[in-house]
């Protein structure tokens, strides 16, 4: 037997997956990358846009449609909208959320679709079948770079955001299992982990007495990684910057294996439009984070998340935006243009910034960010630094890597090899967001 399994959207579904692959092995599965010999077929959906919805009702639209030339089944998992669900319901065989995969093969047996596998589970069961399901072994996308949950859900209802209701309330892991994960990744050979989580600086505040906070399961992971003398990077993404707190950043000074890179999201930089999105911080608030980083982590990276052209946003507000990313100097942000999610509050609200006013104000961002971001690219130049080299870049007789900062960095070499592990380039030219050096031979 044979399954096929499209994971789309961020980390956490990748990462996700991982689990879910496991899951279904176990049960004497054999994965395959061509759908038409699959006897299972599953997707784990991504509701942070419409158009990723939107591909889920294509794939099974062309799967049904071959239901009539052979036997297989299909399921639906991942993060899900109620409007979508019911939808889908019809489409698929089966339906479930991510925390009950643990029951997919009752599902499987029974094999039928009448919506049973949306239980309404308190917050205290939910933990409990997160619980149950990060036990399960995590399969990792590569050999060298990992991604390890901590949490799941969110509490902070962003009046775009679909996540809490998709994925329900936060749900701390717990922190053994997420350090002893960790170590049998370090030990694997792992050389790039990245923590995962809605919010992972509010991580351990739904168990207050029963488990650590973000900034004491970084210092036990930093603990770790000098004892262990193997050279290998954490990172976590993404933090809140209302929860964002010194001695989170003062961690990370402390452990060379706990990367100087902060994902930072800042979405507007105007406060009337922060309020608006329920952010629960405003730019002022924010600017103390950043000069925090700046000065406890001087060599740090920074990058962001911003959204343009979201309900109401006038040009003055998207001018304050503009003005932050210039104040800030970001090493790289992604920037979404505004869409409408069902089931987020803003959905009720009028999208009234038309499409190519969206459009204008996402190419003048973009801009921005490459004139602040090209500053630091271009101090590169003349310095010598630690690539983790994780592929063959795009031009011929190159190998590509990332910085400590996770900067891109090219370098001539056709040595596969070197794949996966340290090298030292000294950087010989630049441009807006990635360089190009040559290899150090030591």
Not at 70 to 97: A, H, Y
Request: proline residues 3%; contains cysteine; hydrophobic residues 35%.
């Amino acid at each position: 037997m044979k399954y096929h399994l499209v994971t789309l959207g961020c980390q956490m579904n990748i990462s996700d997956s991982g689990r879910v692959k496991t899951y279904i092995e176990n049960l004497g599965y054999e994965s395959t990358d061509n759908p038409h010999e699959a006897d299972l077929l599953g997707v784990i959906a991504c509701s942070v846009r419409q158009k990723a919805i939107d591909k889920v009702y294509n794939l099974i639209a062309v799967w049904n449609r071959q239901k009539g030339s052979r036997p297989f089944s299909t399921f639906l998992t991942g993060c899900i909208l109620p409007d979508d669900r019911e939808k889908f319901l019809k489409s698929f065989d089966m339906v479930f959320d991510m925390r009950d995969l643990t029951n997919f093969a009752d599902m499987l047996a029974k094999h039928t679709h009448e919506g049973t596998y949306y239980p309404k589970l308190s917050r205290e069961e939910q933990a409990y079948q997160m619980d149950y399901f990060w036990k399960l072994e995590g399969r990792q996308p590569d050999k060298f770079e990992a991604f390890v949950p901590i949490q799941n859900g969110c509490d902070k209802f962003c009046t775009y955001c679909a996540v809490p209701y998709t994925r329900g309330r936060e749900v701390s892991r717990s922190s053994s299992e997420i350090v002893e994960e960790v170590k049998c990744l370090v030990n694997a050979g792992f050389k790039s982990i990245t923590l995962l989580g809605q919010n992972v600086n509010s991580y351990g505040l739904d168990k207050k007495g029963k488990e650590i906070s973000f900034a004491q399961l970084l210092d036990l992971i930093g603990r770790y990684g000098d004892e262990s003398g193997k050279e290998f990077y954490v990172y976590f993404t993404s933090p809140h910057p209302r929860d964002m707190t010194d001695d989170v950043l003062e961690t990370i000074a402390k452990y060379k294996c706990l990367g100087k890179w902060i994902h930072i999201p800042i979405q507007s930089g105007d406060t009337e439009m922060l309020k608006r999105m329920n952010r629960k911080y405003d730019i002022e608030r924010y600017r103390s984070v950043i000069h925090s980083i700046r000065t406890i982590l001087p060599t740090a990276t920074i990058f962001t998340d911003i959204i343009v052209g979201f309900t109401g946003e006038t040009l003055e507000e998207f001018e304050n935006t503009r003005r932050a990313v210039l104040e800030f100097k970001y090493n790289m942000a992604f920037i979404a243009m505004y869409s409408p999610r069902p089931g987020a509050k803003s959905s009720q609200w009028v999208d009234d910034v038309p499409k190519d006013e969206k459009s204008r104000r996402y190419a003048v961002l973009s801009e921005d960010l490459k004139s602040v971001s090209s500053l630091y690219t271009a101090s590169m130049v003349g310095k010598e630094f630690r690539i983790l080299v994780n592929g063959h870049d795009r031009l011929d007789g190159y190998l590509s890597g990332l910085t400590e900062g996770k900067i891109a960095v090219r370098f001539k070499s056709e040595n596969e090899a070197l794949i996966g592990s340290f090298v030292n380039v000294k950087i010989t030219k630049s441009s807006d967001f990635s360089a190009e050096g040559e290899m150090i031979y030591c």
